[in-house]
């Protein structure tokens, strides 16, 4: 475990430069999650480092595989200096411990659900998984053990994550794409759902 978190922290620092800070949260029952914090100009990213240590397990599988299952980090990224985002922590710890906690598996187009703001005065409780490898490259691990993933998290809007539950993630992926939205602005409205 702890040499697979040490590949995993080579890998962020290697594609996001030097954490300017961390934190870790333990929650009862689960490993240490960490969060790193890297300022990139005026773009802000937040790394989970923990989540990967296990691999995710079917919640349905009466035994869970110590080895062989999909293991993933999330990364947040805003634009620094608009909102007091560093209170995202807490929230973004909650869903990396996720899997653990609620046996839940973190693939691309799923939402999360924290319950309440992001942040202070964020219009977001909630995200949007999407597809891993622009920011961080997967990183590699022995056979049988599956790759790690580093998957990007999209704050949603209540409406966004309602419209998302019906027309699914592509179609909200098009819509703000469509739209211009500025994905890593931490107080901007719904996009257009008409």
């Given amino acids: 475990m702890g040499e697979i978190l040490a590949l995993v922290e080579a890998r962020l620092l290697t594609a996001l430069g030097e954490p300017d800070a961390r934190a870790a949260v333990t929650f009862l029952g689960t490993d240490r999650i960490e969060v790193l914090r890297f300022v990139d100009g005026d773009v802000v990213r937040y790394a989970t480092l923990g989540m990967s ?3 995710m397990a079917d919640p349905t599988a009466v035994l869970a595989d110590p080895v062989k299952g999909p293991r993933a980090e999330l990364v947040i990224s805003v ?21 653990q906690v609620e046996g839940v598996v973190v693939a691309p187009g799923a939402s999360l659900e924290v319950g309440e703001p992001l942040w202070p005065g964020a219009p977001f409780s909630s995200v949007l998984v999407a597809e891993p490898g622009g920011l961080v490259e997967d990183l590699e691990l022995d056979v049988p053990m599956e790759p790690v993933r580093f998957l990007p998290l999209l704050p949603m809007t209540n409406n966004e994550a309602a419209w998302k539950r ?7 992926q098009e819509r703000w794409l469509s739209h211009g939205t500025d994905l890593r602005d931490p107080l901007r409205g719904s996009v257009p759902l008409d």
């Fill in 53 to 55: 240590a296990q691999p």
């Fill in 79 to 99: 634009r620094a200096g608009l909102a007091d985002t560093d209170k995202v922590l807490r929230p973004l710890a909650v869903l990396a411990a996720s899997p």
């Fill in 166 to 172: 019906v027309r699914g993630a592509q179609e909200l």
